[in-house]
């Protein structure tokens, strides 16, 4: 069923509660994440912000009701407009984050020409390292040499400014 054909069936409201829930979930959700940031257990946290949606739309479908009716009647139609119009919003979400880039998600040029500077540093001492021990012999070069030439060492490359 598409976007008109809900339209068609249920009305223009459901579609400005989905989008409202839509507005309203990505406003909501920033200042969660933010202070899910200053914990030790923010995914335990951001967990949650999955059924945002789903709180947020079932409080704008019973103020719409009730701004049009001046009543509010939890029935079959109720429900229907309910989980239409959350249905509705995460599609939209869904259609939002995958055609409009998040900014996080983009790296600037900067940050590509820091990360192939320091793949070409990784690999320069990498062959460095690997020479040394081919030009050393066998016998005369010690093992903490050895070890500390082919010593593995774990490289993230990240724009996250607090790793930096």
Not at 53 to 80: C, M
Not at 82 to 94: H, K, P, Q, R
Not at 133 to 162: F, M, S, V, W, Y
């Amino acid at each position: 069923m598409g976007i008109m054909q809900i339209i068609a069936d249920y009305g223009v409201d459901t579609l400005v509660i989905a989008i409202g829930t839509v507005v309203f979930t990505g406003t909501l959700k920033i200042p969660i994440k933010k202070l899910a940031e200053k914990t030790k257990s923010s995914k335990k946290i951001t967990r949650f912000i999955t059924l945002l949606p789903i709180i947020i739309g079932l409080g704008i479908t019973a103020l719409s009701r009730y701004l049009l009716s001046k009543q509010i009647e939890i029935d079959k139609e109720f429900n229907v407009q309910w989980l239409s119009s959350v249905s509705l919003s995460l599609a939209i979400y869904a259609v939002w984050e995958k055609f409009v880039p998040s900014e996080k998600k983009i790296l600037t040029e900067a940050e590509l020409e820091a990360n192939k500077a320091a793949v070409e540093e990784l690999k320069s001492k990498l062959q460095d390292n690997f020479e040394s021990i081919a030009e050393a012999p066998a016998e005369d070069a010690g093992q903490a040499e050895i070890e500390k030439a082919t010593e593995h060492r774990k490289i993230i490359l990240t724009n996250d400014k607090k790793l930096r």
